[in-house]
T-cell receptor, first 115, second 112 residues
Framework: DVKVTQSSRYLVKRTGEKVFLECVQD?????MFWYRQDPGLGLRLIYF???????EKGDIPEGYSVSREKKERFSLILESASTNQTSMYLC??????????????FGDGTRLSIL | SQQGEEDPQALSIQEGENATMNCSYK?????LQWYRQNSGRGLVHLIL?????REKHSGRLRVTLDTSKKSSSLLITASRAADTASYFC????????????FGDGTTLTVKP
């Protein structure tokens, strides 16, 4: 079974801090994703990576950056945390699959609170 | 706005009844997937239906796709309390290789 592990289930940080959310997958998947999930807004894609060191902006990249130095690890960085970034953050991975999108496998999420 | 939108937003049924959720989308898709999310957990993939398929089954799940109406439905038969969760559809656009767009979800409550 694919396992996607997010480093923290709950995290509390202060406004202005630089925050790192880590995600590791163990199935050699090419694609990795970061989403945020907010009530009434569903899942929104922040960033997408289709290979090591490759990244693509999603729908809401402002205020975030990502790093993918190794295939199994995809990090989301909040450069200067703000209260409107309080949310549930979900990491996912999938095989590449070209235009035939493959199922995504999700971690259990990190509930981040910015005070 | 969201590519995929689920309907209804919330559904409450008794154990043993069938549950039907619908998903509508706006533009041509490559495939459509359904996911389930238990409270406080990540999403779990349930089923994928390609644009050239009309119906697919997996255990108690039945998914239909009508590309002319740009809609899909997820039917859960003989529901159980353990089916209580949020259900999301995700659409993969022809032009967005690798990425899917998720709807807001339907929250299903199955009462024992």
């Amino acid at each position: 079974d694919v396992k996607v592990t997010q480093s923290s289930r709950y995290l509390v940080k202060r406004t202005g801090e630089k925050v790192f959310l880590e995600c590791v997958q163990d199935m050699d998947h090419e694609n990795m994703f970061w989403y945020r999930q907010d009530p009434g807004l569903g899942l929104r894609l922040i960033y997408f990576s289709y290979d090591v060191k490759m990244k693509e902006k999603g729908d809401i990249p402002e205020g975030y950056s990502v790093s993918r130095e190794k295939k199994e690890r995809f990090s989301l960085i909040l450069e200067s945390a703000s209260t409107n970034q309080t949310s549930m953050y979900l990491c996912a991975s999938s095989l590449r699959g070209g235009y035939s999108n493959q199922p995504q496998h999700f971690g259990d999420g990190t509930r981040l609170s910015i005070l | 706005s969201q590519q995929g939108e689920e309907d209804p937003q919330a559904l409450s049924i008794q154990e043993g009844e069938n549950a039907t959720m619908n998903c509508s989308y706006k533009t041509s898709i490559n495939n459509l997937q359904w996911y389930r999310q238990n409270s406080g957990r990540g999403l779990v993939h349930l089923i994928l239906i390609r644009s050239n398929e009309r119906e697919k089954h997996s255990g108690r799940l039945r998914v239909t796709l009508d590309t002319s109406k740009k809609s899909s439905s997820l039917l859960i038969t003989a529901s159980r309390a353990a089916d209580t969760a949020s259900y999301f559809c995700a659409t993969a656009l022809n032009t967005n290789a690798g990425k899917s767009t998720f709807g807001d979800g339907t929250t299903l409550t199955v009462k024992p």
